[in-house]
C-alpha cells in the first residue's frame, strides 16, 4: 500500500463513521486549542508586561554615591558635574542625569505634609517617555540656583486642588528653614516608573537644592545603557569608573571596592556591597525575575493543557480500539489477499493520525480564536507566530502515532483466519 | 507433472480454551499444476483447515507445508503474506467484499498491497471483472449485486493477480441453484485455461464435477477417486 492509498482508506473509513470520528476530532480540537491558547496568551500578555517594564525603565541604572567627607556646598557641585562626565564617557553609556533627594514639609492650614523634593537637571525628561509638563515648563538650564519648582501630578492635585498652580508660590521647610518656591510647570500623571514615583516629587534645580542641604544628601545619578541588552555592560563600566574614582577614599577607609552578594530591593539588586561609598542597582533582575514567573505559569497552564491532549489522545485510543473489533473481518479479508501485518497497522495508524491533524489544525483555529478573544478581554496585544501553529500539528501527529499505535498493532496480529471467522 | 502445493504428515491444532481441538492429523495431500481437485467430507472434518494451509493463512502444528518446494513453516509472515498476494487467490463461501468500496476496487484490492501503479490496478480489475462478465458493474458496491455476482467479483479479485493456485472454499454454499451453477461453470473454464483450483464443498455434485476427488473424515483422509472430468 503506497501512502496515497493509507490516506485513501483512512478518510473511507472515516467517513463511514461520521459522528464517531467528528467526537474523536473534537477530543482532539479541545486538547490542541488549548495548548495553543495557552502558548498564545500566555506570550501575548507576557509582551504586553515587558513592554511595560521597558517603560519602567529596564535600560535605567540607579548609581549612588554617597559622601565621603563634609564638602562645601560648592564642592559637592563640582563632584557631581565631574562624576556625571565621566560617567556619561563610559563605555555602553548613553545618558547620565545626576538627582538628589531631599525631605521637606509644607504646612497646609493646620496639617503639615511631607514632601519629596526632587533635585535635577532638564535633562532628567530624557529618561522618561511621555512625560512632559501639561501646564507651564520643566527646569531649564537657565534655573541654575533659582528657586523654582515644577509639581509633579499628585503633588499639584494635592496642594492646590482647584486651581492651576503654574505662577503659585509654595514655600516649603528644608533643614528647619521656610524656602519659597516658585511654581513653573505642572506634570502630566505618569504613575511609577521603576522605583520613581513621578507623581510625588516636586521638581527643584539640583544646583539649588544641593547649595540648600549642602553636602548632607548623597547624590544619585541615573544612568541610561544604549540598549536593553547592554545593562549589564554598562554597569560594569560604571562600576569601573567608580572604582578608579573613589580608589583613595575606599583604601583610607580600609574598605575594599570588592563586588559582593546582591543587596536585594524590591526594584532590583544592588551590584556592589555598601561597603563601597557607592552602589549600582539595574532593573534587569526584575525583567528576569519577572520572565522566570511567567515561565512557571507558562510551564503549569501547558501541563493542564496537555492532560486535555492526553485525554484527547486516550479517547482516540479507545475508539481506534472499538473500530479494530469491528473490523477485524476486513482486517482478515486484507490479509487474506496479502496484506502484512504492517500494512494493516499503517491503515490503522494513518486513520487515528488523519484525526489528530484534523483536529490539530481546528485545534489550532479555535486556539487562536480563544487567544485572540482573551486578549481583547486583556487588553494586551495577540501574539500569533508559527511556533504554537507547527507545535499543535506536530502535537497531534505524536499524539495520533502514539494513542493509535497499539490499537494499530493489535489489529496487525490478528492471525487472519480468526479475523475472517469473526462474525 | 509439477505440483504446487505438497502437504507431509499435516497436524493442525486449534486452541479452544484450555484444550486443543485436532482439525488435522496427519495428511498427507500434493496438488498438482493444473489440476481441478475436491475436497469434501462431513462439517468439522477439516475441510476448511487444509485449504487455509494450502493458502499459507495458517501453519501447520507439525508437518510441511511446501509450496512449489517451498517450505511454509520457515517464512515469516511477511514472506507469507507475499505468497498470498502473488501466487494464491482466494474465494469463501461469504463473498468477504469490502462493503465500503466499489466492486472494481474490491477487485484491486490484492493489486494495491502488490504495490502495482494506480492506474494499471483500475486497467487490470477491470479486465478481471470483465472475465466474470461483470464489467458493466464496475461501479456498483457489494450491497447492490446480487449474491451470485458478488461471488462473480469475489472471484475476479482472486484472478486479478493472475495467481498460480485457486482456493475455493464452498463457493456456491450461499448461492441459490441457478447463480451456484454459473460460478461453478466459471471455475471450470478457467481450469480448462490452465489454471490450479481446488474446491472445498460439502455438495456431491460439485465435488464429483472435479477431476480428483479428496474425503476427509475426522481430520485424516478418508478416501480418494477420480470425479467426471
Redesign the interface.
Known amino acids: 500500500m503506497v501512502f496515497a492509498d493509507l490516506l485513501r482508506s483512512a478518510f473511507s473509513a472515516l467517513s463511514s463513521h461520521r459522528l464517531r470520528t467528528g467526537l474523536s476530532i473534537l477530543g482532539i480540537v479541545i486538547g490542541v486549542a488549548a495548548v495553543v491558547a495557552t502558548i498564545s496568551l500566555v506570550s501575548g500578555a507576557t509582551a504586553q508586561m515587558k513592554e511595560r517594564i521597558a517603560g519602567l525603565g529596564i535600560r535605567t541604572i540607579t548609581i549612588n554615591v554617597f559622601p565621603t567627607a563634609i564638602q562645601s556646598a560648592s564642592a559637592a557641585r563640582a563632584l557631581t558635574q565631574e562624576l556625571t562626565d565621566k560617567l556619561a564617557a563610559a563605555d555602553y553609556v548613553s545618558l547620565v542625569v545626576p538627582i538628589a533627594l531631599s525631605r521637606a514639609s509644607y504646612t497646609l492650614g493646620t496639617q503639615s505634609r511631607d514632601l519629596s523634593l526632587l533635585g535635577v537637571t532638564p535633562q532628567y525628561l530624557l529618561l522618561f517617555d511621555n512625560f512632559y509638563p501639561a501646564s507651564g515648563r520643566f527646569i531649564h538650564e537657565l534655573d541654575e540656583g533659582e528657586k523654582v519648582a515644577v509639581l509633579g501630578a499628585n503633588v499639584a492635585k494635592d496642594l492646590f486642588p482647584d486651581e492651576d498652580a503654574v505662577g503659585e508660590l509654595l514655600t516649603v521647610e528644608l533643614g528647619g528653614q521656610k524656602v519659597p518656591f516658585q511654581v513653573v510647570g505642572v506634570m502630566v500623571e505618569r504613575g511609577t516608573v521603576g522605583n520613581q514615583t513621578l507623581d510625588d516629587y516636586v521638581y527643584v534645580p539640583l544646583s539649588t537644592l544641593q547649595t540648600l542641604t549642602g553636602s548632607r544628601q548623597f547624590t544619585t545619578y541615573i544612568a541610561q545603557a544604549v540598549d536593553a541588552e547592554s545593562v549589564e555592560k554598562a554597569a560594569s563600566a560604571i562600576e569601573g569608573v567608580l572604582a578608579a574614582t573613589f580608589a583613595s577614599a575606599t583604601a583610607q577607609a580600609g574598605v575594599s571596592a570588592q563586588r559582593g552578594g546582591a543587596l536585594a530591593t524590591p526594584f532590583g539588586a544592588a551590584r556592589t556591597q555598601r561597603l563601597t561609598p557607592y552602589s549600582v542597582i539595574v532593573q534587569k533582575t526584575m525583567i528576569s525575575t519577572y520572565e522566570e514567573s511567567v515561565r512557571t505559569l507558562t510551564m503549569i497552564l501547558a501541563s493542564v493543557a496537555a492532560i486535555s491532549l492526553l485525554v484527547g489522545g486516550i479517547g482516540i485510543m479507545n475508539i481506534m480500539l472499538v473500530s479494530v473489533v469491528e473490523r477485524t473481518r476486513e482486517i482478515g479479508i486484507r490479509m487474506a489477499v496479502g496484506a502484512r501485518p504492517r500494512d494493516i497497522r499503517n491503515q490503522f495508524l494513518a486513520e487515528a493520525v488523519v484525526v489528530c491533524v484534523f483536529g490539530g489544525l481546528l485545534g489550532l483555529g479555535v486556539g487562536w480564536l480563544a487567544a485572540w478573544l482573551g486578549s481583547l478581554f486583556g487588553r494586551w496585544p495577540f501574539v500569533i507566530s508559527g511556533y504554537p501553529a507547527l507545535l499543535a500539528v506536530g502535537f497531534s501527529v505524536v499524539v495520533g502515532l502514539i494513542f493509535g499505535l497499539y490499537p494499530a498493532i493489535r489489529a496487525s496480529r490478528l492471525d487472519p483466519v480468526e479475523a475472517l471467522r469473526y462474525e | 507433472m509439477n505440483i504446487v502445493v505438497e502437504l507431509r504428515k499435516v497436524v493442525k491444532d486449534y486452541r479452544l480454551g484450555q484444550t486443543f481441538f485436532r482439525a488435522l492429523r496427519g495428511v498427507d495431500l500434493a496438488v498438482k499444476d493444473g489440476e481441478f481437485l475436491a475436497i469434501t467430507g462431513p462439517s468439522g472434518s477439516g475441510k476448511s483447515t487444509l485449504l ?1 494451509l494450502m ?1 499459507a ?2 501453519r501447520p502444528t507439525e508437518g510441511q507445508v511446501l509450496f512449489e518446494g517451498m517450505d511454509l513453516t520457515s517464512l515469516s ?2 514472506e507469507l ?2 505468497l ?3 501466487k494464491i487467490g ?1 474465494v ?1 463461501q461469504q463473498f ?3 462493503p ?2 466499489t466492486a472494481w476496487e474490491n477487485v484491486a ?2 493489486l ?4 502495482v501503479r ?1 492506474a494499471e490496478r483500475r486497467e487490470r480489475a477491470l479486465a478481471a471483472l470483465a472475465r466474470v462478465g461483470l464489467l458493466e458493474f464496475a461501479q456498483h458496491r457489494p450491497n447492490q449485486l446480487s449474491g451470485g455476482q458478488q461471488q462473480r467479483v469475489a472471484l475476479a ?1 482472486a484472478l486479478v ?1 493472475n495467481p498460480k493456485l485457486l482456493l475455493a472454499d464452498e463457493p456456491t454454499g450461499n448461492l441459490d441453484t441457478q447463480a451456484g451453477r454459473e460460478v461453478l461453470e466459471l471455475f471450470h473454464s478457467l481450469h480448462k485455461e490452465g489454471r490450479t483450483v481446488v474446491i472445498v464443498t460439502h455438495e456431491p455434485e460439485i465435488a464429483s464435477s472435479a477431476e480428483r476427488i479428496v474425503v476427509l473424515r475426522d481430520g485424516l483422509i478418508q478416501e480418494e477417486r477420480h470425479g467426471l472430468r
Open positions: 487455509h493458502g493463512l495458517h509472515p511477511d503474506a507475499r498470498r498476494n502473488t482466494f469463501f468477504y467484499l469490502l465500503r468500496i484490492l490484492p494495491a498491497y502488490a504495490r494506480p479479485r493477480h
